[in-house]
């Protein structure tokens, strides 16, 4: 039968890849990584040995990894502009970065970033057959009724996966939950960098009085 579906109020998860300018490009970078390792691993006692750790510094950005953050701003230009689309001209801006370390057998916890407003995942390191989950949010609302789906996908499904791999950049809204599950196939560290945007400028309008200058 002929018919429409419409996939109202969708959650946006972009994927894009950087790619190191050069061999000098790829060598600084990994001495930046092992460099913000060297300074130090937040061990945050008592810390759960399932759970991945982070890193001391939460500004890395600030000071290393110049060429991957260029990248990444480039790419919150076009996902403000596809996604976001705002009226009014706003500096979006990275706030904190900081680098996960996810060890075999560990797992990063369901969560989302308060106080921002784009999120997003640098991979520096994958394991094979890597991924991120995300949660949809409705899910408590939709699941209080429990109907066993034949065969999960989009529609029907409280959780997602998208593969990962080395060098790719995903950006999606604060508020959209995710976490990492236990690989049990892993082998090595996985590495990764998170970051959190926020915005500069005119917010709202005086005359609908939501006005707020940043």
Same mark, same amino acid.
């Given at each position: 039968?002929?018919?429409?579906?419409?996939?109202?109020?969708p959650?946006?998860?972009?994927?894009?890849?950087?790619?190191?300018?050069?061999?000098?490009?790829a060598?600084?970078?990994?001495?930046?990584?092992?460099?913000?390792?060297?300074?130090?691993?937040?061990?945050?006692?008592?810390?759960?040995?399932?759970?991945?750790?982070?890193?001391?510094?939460? @500004?890395?950005?600030?000071?290393?990894?110049?060429? $991957?953050?260029?990248?990444?701003?480039?790419?919150?230009?076009e996902?403000?502009?596809?996604? $976001?689309?705002?009226?009014?001209?706003?500096?979006?801006?990275?706030?904190?970065?900081?680098?996960?370390?996810?060890?075999?057998?560990?797992?990063h916890?369901?969560?989302? @970033?308060?106080?921002?407003?784009?999120?997003?995942?640098?991979?520096?390191?994958?394991?094979?057959?890597?991924?991120?989950?995300?949660?949809?949010?409705?899910?408590?609302?939709?699941?209080?009724?429990?109907?066993?789906?034949?065969?999960?996908?989009?529609?029907?499904?409280?959780?997602?996966?998208?593969?990962?791999?080395?060098?790719?950049?995903?950006?999606?809204?604060?508020?959209?939950e995710?976490?990492?599950?236990?690989?049990?196939?892993?082998?090595?560290?996985?590495?990764?960098?998170?970051?959190?945007?926020?915005?500069?400028?005119?917010?709202?309008?005086?005359?609908?009085?939501?006005?707020?200058i940043?």
């Amino acid at each position: 039968m002929r018919h429409e579906l419409h996939g109202l109020f969708p959650s946006p998860v972009y994927v894009a890849k950087y790619i190191p300018a050069g061999e000098l490009d790829a060598k600084q970078n990994a001495t930046d990584i092992e460099d913000i390792i060297k300074e130090g691993i937040l061990n945050t006692l008592p810390h759960p040995a399932h759970l991945s750790i982070q890193s001391n510094d939460s @500004h890395i950005f600030d000071t290393k990894l110049h060429n $991957i953050k260029k990248c990444i701003e480039d790419h919150i230009k076009e996902y403000v502009r596809e996604v $976001i689309n705002p009226a009014e001209e706003l500096e979006y801006y990275i706030t904190q970065s900081w680098l996960n370390i996810t060890r075999p057998n560990q797992e990063h916890h369901q969560h989302r @970033h308060g106080n921002s407003i784009i999120s997003g995942v640098f991979y520096v390191k994958t394991w094979e057959h890597d991924s991120i989950s995300f949660h949809d949010a409705k899910a408590p609302i939709v699941q209080r009724m429990e109907l066993a789906p034949k065969e999960y996908q989009i529609w029907n499904s409280a959780e997602w996966y998208i593969p990962v791999e080395d060098n790719n950049i995903l950006l999606f809204p604060s508020w959209l939950e995710h976490g990492v599950n236990i690989n049990p196939t892993a082998t090595g560290d996985r590495i990764s960098i998170a970051f959190n945007v926020f915005a500069r400028g005119l917010f709202g309008h005086p005359e609908t009085l939501n006005e707020l200058i940043i």
